[in-house]
Each structure stands twice: as C-alpha cells, then as structure tokens.
C-alpha cells in the first residue's frame, strides 16, 4: 500500500512539473514576441522518462509514436521484426476544427471558420506563443499521459506535422526498425527520417524528428 501511495504521489508530481514546465514556457516565449514584435508561436510534443515510468506530453499537432511488440522480447526473436512491432499513437492532435477544442474556443470568444481555423487563420488549437490568440482560446496546456516501460517497448518516434504528413505511424516504425538492424544509431535514423521526408517523399512543411530507443537488460 505504501508503494503504491508513494507511486501516485510521484506520477501526480511529475505531471505537475510538466504542466509547471509548459506554462513557464509559454510565458517566456510570450513576453520575447511582445519585446520582439513578432507573433510566432511553436507545438510541442515531449518526453520523459522517471524510472520506469515513460510521460508524454504535446500540445498542437505534433505526435509521439511508439513501437511495441507483441511480447516482450519479440523482435528479437522474430527476424522480419514488422509481424511483431505495432505502431502506437500517444497523443491527441489539437486542432480547432474538432470539437472539444471548438467548445473551448467558443466559449473563449473565438470564432471556428468554415475553413476549420482559428479566426480563419490558425489550424491548432494549442501551442506556445501565438499571442494574437491567445484571448480566442489557443493555450498551452498539454496533455498528457504516461505508461510503464516493459520489454515490449522498443522506441518512440517524435516529429512534428511535416514529417506525420508524409509518413504513416506503421510506415515510420519499419522505416525506423529496418535501419535500426542495419546498427545506425538513434541520432543517424533521425536524420535519414528526415531526409527520406523531405528528399524523397517532398515534404514542403516544417520537418522535425527525433528517435529515442530504450535499452533493455
């Protein structure tokens, strides 16, 4: 009982830190485009990991994707490996065109036009920055969730709209997985994900990824 007490009272800790970590974030970002006289505004999608307690965090239209298998250890014991990894959206896009955050904007003032965006403009719903509207209900409240880490996970792809416009989640984990067992590091299939987006898939958007690969014992 006393471990699950002192297990709750983490998780409810750290994902206070995180809300924390976001609002402190946007506020800063706010104040620099207000000196700065510009009005940008930037997604997120972030993760951490606290033992074996992996948290996910986004806000806007960025996604994290993982790869699990079927059971614990089963790429290792399956050549091919793509019978046995699945790919897993964790988040939750924000767009103002879907209707939870429709509600939130409506009842903030701001208008949904016919086009699904923001006052006509904006097609997220959350974010940091954006300061022109954020009085029409853009925020930057994430959301957030979280998962233990087994041997079942084997990594989680980050990347912002650009690279989920050009690559499926199951076409990402292969594209991943297969360069994985070729032994290129995390940091190299990063980079050859962005580049079969942009150079061979002709992604015009911002393109963003990252690849993080857990370790089992």
């Known amino acids: ?50 033992g074996q307690t992996v948290f996910i965090a986004n806000i806007g239209d960025a996604k994290a994707v993982l790869a699990r298998s079927s059971e614990a250890g089963g790429s290792q014991n399956d050549p091919d490996c793509r019978s046995t990894l699945k790919a897993i959206v964790l988040t939750r ?39 022109q509207f954020k009085k029409v209900g853009v925020v930057a409240t994430p959301d957030i969730h979280s998962f233990d880490l087994t041997d079942r996970e084997h990594f989680i792809i980050l990347g912002c709209d650009g690279l989920w416009g050009v690559f499926g989640p199951n076409d990402a984990v ?16 990063s980079r050859r994900l962005i580049r079969e987006a942009v150079i061979e898939r002709r992604c015009k958007d911002n393109c963003t990824a990252i690849v993080i690969v857990f370790k089992h014992r």
């Open 1 to 50: 009982m006393f471990f699950q007490l002192a297990y709750h009272k983490d998780v409810k800790a750290a994902k206070k830190a995180i809300l924390d970590g976001f609002r402190r974030t946007d506020e800063s970002l706010l104040n620099k485009s207000a000196a700065g006289g510009w009005q940008d505004g930037a997604t997120a999608v972030c993760v951490w990991v606290l």
């Open 93 to 131: 896009e924000h767009k103002a065109i879907y209707p939870q955050e429709r509600a939130r904007i409506q009842k903030a003032g701001g208008i949904v036009s016919s086009n699904g965006r923001l006052q006509g403009r904006l097609e997220v719903s959350r974010a940091f920055g954006d300061r």
């Open 174 to 189: 292969e594209f991943v997985q297969r360069l994985l067992k070729e032994g290129l590091t995390a940091t190299a299939v």
